[in-house]
């Protein structure tokens, strides 16, 4: 018997231990290659699958030809070359529990339960539920590496360049995925990863916490119905294994696919648009036509003829940017599709300073003790985008949209306050022209990356927060959100940064309402639940959704909204990366829920991210509408939230 035979045979042994725990190393890895387990040969070792796993085009599609040949090695047939699917990333189904997949020394698309004893997964008490989709022969007995999306090519690479049978999977440079084994080494990184794959990269930072190869117990489990239903492979003795923790949840959102590129097609000469404006008012900007010609829309934002040959250039009215015009925007069941203008100057002068109260304690309510829900906008980073932070524009979305809230969002790492303290006086502006509107404004001390809040980068909080209260301490118009989106750090030290910070703020200002952000980017308000701040007076905690990512977390608030006081300060119509979409339908969803959530039916205050003109589908504007001062230039997910705001 050969060692491969041996190997297999022990593996053998150990899926049917059925409940028996054991000891197990991990790895990680993302290759994009083809899972050895869609070849039906190595799906049916060792016992019968009813399907082997799924394996899929470079364009994303899934292959039927399971013989077809992988992009990195080996044989098969010419229906290829065969890749993995972008599904096949991890995600997280609770605080304490994650689905995923991985590569090891056992038979395909057996599922183990994998409790982590090290790291602070351990002392998070943190599980993952694992299916085998690569048998791994150079792996060791009970040994799992687990897919995670920059984790690192290791032996190969199906992703960049030219691989062994054809082109890489995507177009981003090799050197955009980070060191061959290991990977990125920050969530900073995620951002240059392709689009479908990000999410799954910045589960490594924020629920996986950046562990490092961690230890774990391990037992073998019945594959959830979730997972199955990505892979298509369950096992024929499946159902003697206990049922695996977080049974029942939903498959994850199916990431956008990766496009191949196309043969551009030569220019057509096109109808004129109804309106030619000059250079100067163009909403959009065509300088991909050629010189003294007109051509056809290339596929990019504009979404405009081009007829102005005079300047090489279409300068039509027609929308774009911010992922697309909203002029052609379907609004969802309950929005309406044209509602009036919305004036909502001196929302502050009735409802004063205000505070937490209500028959629960949960419910933001003003110096009258009458419940209040905030509805408004956040920036994007104040650094990036300052044509679009002006009096004018935030008095352009008071009197019209009706908001009633506005959101400075400060960051400090990435070019902002640690780099660049001047930031801070646009912070103040804002302050000022809230206050002089009459709206709520939100200090958001907008910390990212590195994720955790205690970080050197953010040395200067308690000077900040200690300067903030001092100016701002008799104002009634003014919030505090003291860390924006943790990640990769559990609540345990978050908690430690956030009773530090209360007690600079409090030692000057005793009633601001101060907000709290939570781990995993602002989604695991169940750990603040079990565990709040030491000075919860008049503290409430931040909650981050993205409607294309994050409906599984629609239950999670439900609960949470009776056991701890919750501020929406930032969530997207997109996915988590800014892209895909808009979602309104399950945007509708999280604001229903706002309306009256937990069996306290308290109402949950929101900034919407973002009021930018930034190239993404999250962003309220098109693009460039800040430099030309198009204030109502809005995007789908735009077009959207202005309609909703002004109906409520």
């Known amino acids: 018997m050969n060692i491969r035979m041996v190997l297999m045979a022990l593996a053998a042994i150990i899926t049917t231990s059925s409940g028996q725990w054991q000891t197990a190393k991990t790895t990680r890895y993302w290759d994009c290659c083809k899972p050895s387990c869609a070849w039906p040969s190595n799906a049916n070792k060792n016992g019968a699958v009813n399907a082997a796993v799924r394996t899929c085009a470079r364009d994303g599609s899934v292959l039927s030809d399971q013989d077809s040949k992988n992009i990195c090695s080996g044989g098969g047939t010419d229906n290829g070359p065969a890749y993995g699917c972008v599904n096949q990333q991890p995600w997280e189904v609770t605080s304490t529990v994650a689905y995923g997949f991985a590569a090891a020394n056992l038979p395909c698309s057996v599922c183990y339960e994998m409790k982590f004893t090290s790291s602070s997964l351990s002392s998070a008490g943190k599980t993952m539920v694992l299916q085998v989709t690569n048998s791994g022969d150079d792996l060791g007995d009970v040994h799992f590496d687990i897919q995670l999306p920059g984790g690192g090519f290791g032996i190969f690479n199906g992703c960049a360049g030219q691989a062994p049978n054809g082109q890489g999977q995507f177009d981003e440079p090799e050197s955009a995925w980070g060191a061959r084994y290991g990977g990125l080494s920050s969530i900073s990184g995620c951002a240059g990863l392709p689009s479908e794959l990000r999410s799954g990269c910045e589960f490594r930072f924020g629920w996986f916490e950046n562990a490092d190869n961690p230890t774990a117990e391990v037992r073998r489990v019945r594959c959830p119905d ?104 379907a609004m969802p069941a309950g929005v309406p599709s044209d509602p009036a203008p919305v004036n909502n100057r001196d929302f502050v002068a009735c409802h004063g300073k205000l505070s937490l109260g209500g028959s629960s304690g949960l419910q933001l309510v003003d110096e009258n003790g009458d419940a209040v829900q905030l509805i408004g906008m956040s920036s994007h980073g104040l650094h990036w985008f300052p044509n679009c932070y002006t009096k004018e524009s935030i008095t352009f979305l008071v009197e019209n949209w009706g908001i009633n809230l506005f959101r400075a969002a400060m960051y ?4 902002g306050y640690a780099s660049n303290p001047s930031v801070k006086d646009t912070v103040k502006d804002i302050v000022q022209w809230c206050k002089e509107l009459g709206i709520y404004a939100m200090i958001d001390w907008h910390m990212l990356s590195p994720g955790n809040p205690n970080d050197a980068t953010y040395s200067g909080a308690a000077d900040f927060w200690r300067e903030m209260a001092t100016l701002y301490k008799d104002e009634k118009h003014v919030l505090y959100e003291v860390a924006n989106e943790p990640n990769g750090v559990g609540w345990s030290e978050v908690k430690q940064y956030h009773d530090g910070i209360i007690d600079v703020i409090r030692a000057v200002d005793s009633e601001t309402i101060i907000i709290c952000g939570t781990p995993t980017w602002s989604q695991d308000i169940d750990q603040a639940a079990a ?56 945007a509708m969803q999280f604001l229903d829920l706002f309306a009256s959530a937990g069996s306290s039916k308290v109402s949950l205050s929101f900034a919407q991210w973002s009021y930018a003109d930034k190239n993404e589908v999250s962003a309220a504007l098109t693009s460039n509408a800040c430099s030309s001062k198009s204030w109502d230039s809005t995007s789908c997910s735009g077009t959207f939230l202005k309609n909703y705001i002004k109906s409520k």
């Open 531 to 586: 565990n709040p701040v030491a000075k919860p007076y008049n503290v409430m905690y931040a909650f981050h959704f993205y409607a294309g990512t994050h409906t599984s977390l629609l239950g999670r608030v439900e609960q949470v909204a009776s056991q701890i006081p919750l501020f929406v300060t930032e969530w997207g119509t997109s996915q988590a990366s800014g892209d895909g979409g808009p979602y309104l339908s399950e």
């Open 226 to 329: 979730a997972i199955v239903d990505i892979t298509g492979s369950r096992r024929d003795d499946d159902n003697q294994y206990p049922e695996a923790p977080g049974s029942g949840v939903p498959s994850p959102p199916t990431p956008s696919t990766p496009k191949p590129p196309t043969t551009p097609t030569p220019p057509t000469t096109p109808s004129p648009p109804s309106v030619c404006l000059p250079m100067d008012s163009s909403k959009c900007d065509c300088g991909w036509a050629n010189a003294g010609t007109c051509g056809s829309d290339d596929g990019s934002l504009c979404n405009c003829m081009c007829c102005c040959s005079y300047t090489g250039s279409c300068n039509y009215n027609g929308g774009g940017g911010g992922g697309g015009g909203g002029s052609n925007c």
């Open 412 to 415: 400090v790492g990435e070019g």
